[in-house]
């Protein structure tokens, strides 16, 4: 099925909306700039491949986001079977200001690293402020489920910052 110009420019519109859910998904998950760019353009190949079945019975960023977990995991676990182990070592310089805030960013994902691919998925939804509603929809699990999991995750990341 050839795409009209119609739907090119509707899903252009789409990724520049969500560009930035894009990178901060994609970002979770990078080891480097250079995995960080390959995995923005796999989730972008993604959500085009599957952009003709995408029928708005969600909110567009709810697909945008299982779209981009998705992919970032299923990357995830290829590359997992490859021995070879990166720091992150993106620039974070353009979600900060200042020196401190990136020192703490930095901090902050060196901590989500740490974390297996379930909990990095929904620790990101809930820094980016989504509903408990809206992270049982993009994950697939339930709402009390959701809680009971980024409880955990909060508690695991205070004692990782205290040891």
Not at 54 to 71: A, H, M, Q
Not at 107 to 123: C, D, G, K, P, V
Not at 131 to 142: F, N, P, W
């Amino acid at each position: 099925m050839k795409a009209t110009r119609q739907q090119e420019k509707e899903f252009i519109a789409l990724v520049e909306e969500y560009k930035q859910v894009i990178y901060k998904v994609c970002y979770v998950y990078a080891s480097d700039a250079d995995h960080l760019n390959d995995l923005y353009q796999e989730v972008v190949i993604n959500l085009w491949k599957a952009y003709p079945r995408f029928r708005g019975e969600c909110k567009s960023s709810t697909w945008v986001y299982r779209i981009g977990l998705n992919t970032c995991i299923s990357f995830f676990r290829q590359s997992k079977r490859k021995p070879e182990v990166v720091p992150i070592s993106v620039d974070l310089e353009a979600f900060a200001e200042d020196e401190d805030k990136t020192a703490q960013l930095r901090e902050l994902y060196r901590m989500i690293n740490r974390l297996s691919q379930l909990e990095r998925a929904l620790i990101l939804l809930w820094l980016e402020e989504r509903s408990y509603q809206e992270i049982a929809d993009i994950m697939g699990i339930s709402k009390n489920n959701v809680a009971v999991k980024l409880n955990r995750i909060r508690e695991k990341l205070k004692t990782m910052s205290n040891s």
